[in-house]
T-cell receptor
Framework: DAGVIQSPRHEVTEMGQEVTLRCKPISGHNSLFWYRQTMMRGLELLIYFNNNVPIDDSGMPEDRFSAKMPNASFSTLKIQPSEPRDSAVYFC?????????????FGPGTRLTVL | AQKVTQAQTEISVVEKEDVTLDCVYETRDTTYYLFWYKQPPSGELVFLIRRNSFDEQNEISGRYSWNFQKSTSSFNFTITASQVVDSAVYFCALSEDMNSGGYQKVTFGTGTKLQVIP
């Protein structure tokens, strides 16, 4: 079975540009998580969806960040406009059940560099 | 206050040595979950173990073992006879109730980088 799929794997952009990261969760999983990983702040939860509905977006840094999950098999994380401090690895993860009690299965991540 | 503390930032061991990675957590919940994940140099996080707060039985899986002690709020991870392939960053995580419809938020520790030297 395919795991969590993320695209692109690497993204290099210039400050001010819009960036869209994509995620396809494991089929049948009800929960989807977006994380950001940096050396300074470690692994941070940005947003959590359950059955396509955002449940916890308290980790979204600011209005420049937005996330959508239009259906059970696709989610996007958008940064507009991007800034150099957004450079990080962004992970998408999915899990079978509700909330954080289940094991999360992570995608390979998208390494974002904002120049 | 940090909810999950991994005090060891980096550890280096020689191959075949045993190594223990420490994890101390903080929560007021009686029901919570603890996890360990491995992040090899390739970057992807890989699930290792999940344990709920009512199950204090230690677990062994091959060369890996976990020691869960509620009395000290610790969930330590031991690798026996370490191998070069064990070199990775290891994360401990806590899932606790956020008092909102059963949602349990996961908080990750800062990770411990393990280097196994051949």
């Amino acid at each position: 079975d395919a795991g969590v799929i993320q695209s692109p794997r690497h993204e290099v952009t210039e400050m001010g540009q819009e960036v869209t990261l994509r995620c396809k969760p494991i089929s049948g999983h009800n929960s989807l998580f977006w994380y950001r990983q940096t050396m300074m702040r470690g692994l941070e939860l940005l947003i959590y969806f359950n059955n396509n509905v955002p449940i916890d977006d308290s980790g979204m840094p600011e209005d420049r960040f937005s996330a959508k999950m239009p259906n059970a098999s696709f989610s996007t994380l958008k940064i507009q406009p991007s800034e150099p401090r957004d450079s990080a690895v962004y992970f998408c993860a999915s899990s079978p059940g509700f909330s954080g009690t289940d094991t999360q299965y992570f995608g390979p991540g998208t390494r974002l560099t904002v120049l | 206050a940090q909810k999950v503390t991994q005090a060891q930032t980096e550890i280096s061991v020689v191959e075949k040595e045993d190594v223990t990675l420490d994890c101390v957590y903080e929560t007021r919940d009686t029901t919570y979950y603890l996890f360990w994940y491995k992040q090899p140099p390739s970057g992807e996080l890989v699930f290792l173990i999940r344990r709920n707060s009512f199950d204090e039985q230690n677990e062994i899986s091959g060369r890996y073992s976990w020691n869960f002690q509620k009395s000290t709020s610790s969930f330590n991870f031991t690798i026996t006879a370490s191998q070069v392939v064990d070199s990775a960053v290891y994360f401990c995580a806590l899932s606790e109730d956020m008092n909102s419809g059963g949602y349990q938020k996961v908080t990750f520790g800062t990770g411990t980088k393990l280097q196994v030297i051949p």
